[in-house]
């Protein structure tokens, strides 16, 4: 994940577009394939520069790559050399790059290595587009809802479970747009894929909520998904934060503890519980 930016209302002067967004891939995909040669099978625009809803004010530049068998020790430290002079290009979107790689084998499951969650690896499957190379997704195992489900909830703890965040608006506001678009909007993607087992981009994710019955906080999803093209005064998103954002999470805790029990992960579920019950104390 990409660091926040600095404050709620962003730049109108240092916005960049999507064309600006496809320049960052264009740059890292001649770099890669400078440095991994004939390694490298293939490049693929993953995330929203590939399956639509890119917002240049907090959209994340990702990139997934397939290199040939079998993985290779300094491989690892070539992806984040590579990334890191990327991300030092100077512009926002060059430090927003988040890269992804495995290879046909690790893709498959029958080996370890490369860095492809089971969420991007169905990105990959649903919307990657190719950049550069022979189209590799057939050696690419599709994720089950169990390893989507369970996924999903680690990168929740890991991600978003600052319960002082969560209860403090005015610290969420501070954090930035990126950050406060995210913390809202995560919580729905994942009871998106939960549900139907696919990507959960943000609108698709957002409408599906919206659509729900008997759902809290529809008015902190709207408006989260707008905020992603066009930035709220801070106090109006703080109010709107102090009102919503608890019940929105109680509701994916709650949602998520019966389905981690269900598939018999008791732990990450008891995790969520204890998470459940800072958030509510």
Do not use: C
């Not at 430090?95 to 992804?100: M, P």
């Amino acid at each position: 994940m990409a660091s926040a930016d600095s404050g709620a209302h962003g730049s109108p002067g240092g916005q960049v577009t999507a064309d600006q967004g496809e320049a960052v891939l264009v740059r890292a995909v001649a770099a890669y394939r400078a440095a991994l040669g004939p390694r490298l099978i293939a490049g693929y625009a993953l995330g929203s520069l590939a399956h639509g809803g890119f917002s240049p004010l907090v959209s994340d530049v990702d990139l997934g790559l397939i290199l040939k068998d079998p993985v290779r020790v300094k491989d690892r430290l070539t992806i984040r050399t590579v990334a890191r002079s990327v991300q030092a290009g100077g512009s926002e979107l060059d430090q927003r790059l988040s890269v992804f790689w495995g290879t046909p084998a690790t893709l498959q499951g029958q080996s370890r290595g490369g860095r492809f969650p089971p969420l991007d690896r169905l990105d990959l499957l649903e919307y990657g587009r190719l950049l550069t190379g022979t189209d590799a997704r057939s050696a690419v195992a599709r994720p089950d809802r169990t390893e989507l489900l369970v996924a999903g909830a680690e990168f929740a703890l890991g991600s978003l479970g600052k319960t002082t965040e969560i209860r403090t608006p005015s610290r969420l506001v501070s954090a930035g747009l990126r950050r406060m678009t995210k913390v809202v909007l995560f919580p729905v993607r994942f009871l998106f894929t939960a549900q139907t087992g696919q990507v959960g981009t943000n609108t698709l994710a957002a409408r599906h909520y919206l659509a729900s019955p008997d759902v809290p906080a529809t008015s902190l999803v709207a408006a989260a998904l707008a905020w992603r093209h066009e930035p709220p005064p801070h106090g109006e998103a703080a109010a709107l934060l102090g009102r919503e954002l608890v019940p929105l999470f109680a509701h994916y805790l709650d949602d998520h503890i019966a389905r981690l029990s269900a598939v018999g992960q008791h732990r990450l579920a008891d995790r969520f519980g204890r998470w459940r019950t800072r958030l509510l104390a």
